[in-house]
């Protein structure tokens, strides 16, 4: 007699429609929770101490609020506002030294009632940091433990249990992301901080200065408008990273125009080389040039537009300081 395969049997694939329709009742769900945050008081408050705090902002959260904490202080750091996130456990055991008095206490928790963050109210009291609740509402535990309550409303979770933090963690993200920029807003803080602090990103790369990445000092190639093109072409040839390109300068030192190796293969093509002739003649004319202090993701659009490779980068008085490679953008993750 044949022996029965032992394990479960297999259960009939979901229809497709009905995965859809409930994947978009969780997107609405989420989305209503979001929508339903209700910015009173309390936020402006919680604004008004951050922009005020002369230590770090501390975002702490247990469990999926810990990682929305996380978020939000990667988010207040990189925009300008000192911050760390504390795991609430850890901080029983010793990483309360972390935390100062002149910090303020981002806790998170949609219940209230967590115990981790509830045991470490005492001590943020004796240590003088401000607290700053992010709580479903103003009469829970945290609420009632903290200097300042930021609430969110009830929240119907999008779980099917109606367990898992899915909505409510959703809404700590936005309160927590508002809160961020509300600060980013009213805080001096540009687009060069916003480079110096993310040099790796490709963000931070295309708002870094031209001169930071340009070409220059025996690496610009300059040549004299009364040089030979046969000079012209030794110095391009012999100039550090053979950058394709010479910037032609007149005798004080000004910006004239620009010889490159493709106007030398258009030369080639029309059988016109002349390596005696002067590059002045040959150079073209009025070429596209950038500042030193312009932003690199300027300079991108000027070399595409103009679809060329090398752009002469000059100063106030049109003398040339550096020459600008899509080689060099390519070499750092800019292109």
Known sequence: MAR??????????PDRARLLRYGRTVLATESGAIGSLRLGAG????????????GRVVVTGMGKPGFVAQKISATLASTGTPSLYVHPGEAAHGDLGRIARDDVVLALSNSGETEEILRLLPALRRIGAKVIALTRDEHNPL??????????GPIEEACPLGLAPTASTAALLALGDAIAMTVLENRPFDQEDFAL???????????????????????????????TLAQCVAVMTQTPGRPGAAT?????????????????????????????????????????TVRPEARVDEATRVLRAAAIDQVPVVDGQDRPVGLLDVQDLLAAKIL
Not at 46 to 52: F, G, K
Not at 143 to 148: E, H, Q, T
Not at 197 to 207: D, E, N, Q, S
Not at 254 to 273: H, I, M, P, Y
Request: hydrophobic content about 40%; proline content about 4%.
């Open 197 to 227: 602090y993310h040099p790796a990103g490709k963000l931070g790369r295309g708002l870094m200065k031209v001169a930071e990445v340009m070409r220059q000092g025996d690496a610009n190639p300059l040549v004299q408008a009364s040089a």
């Open 43 to 54: 936020f402006a408050q919680a604004v008004e101490w951050i922009l005020a705090c002369r």
């Open 248 to 288: 032609v300068v007149n005798g004080r030192g000004k910006l004239v125009g620009v010889f490159t190796d493709g106007d030398l293969r258009r030369l080639v093509e029309r059988n016109q080389v002349d390596f005696r002739a002067r590059v002045e003649k040959v150079m073209t004319r009025n070429p596209r």
């Open 4 to 13: 029965r395969k032992r394990g479960r049997s297999r259960a009939r694939a």
């Open 143 to 152: 609420a009632r433990g903290a200097d300042l309550t930021v609430p969110l």
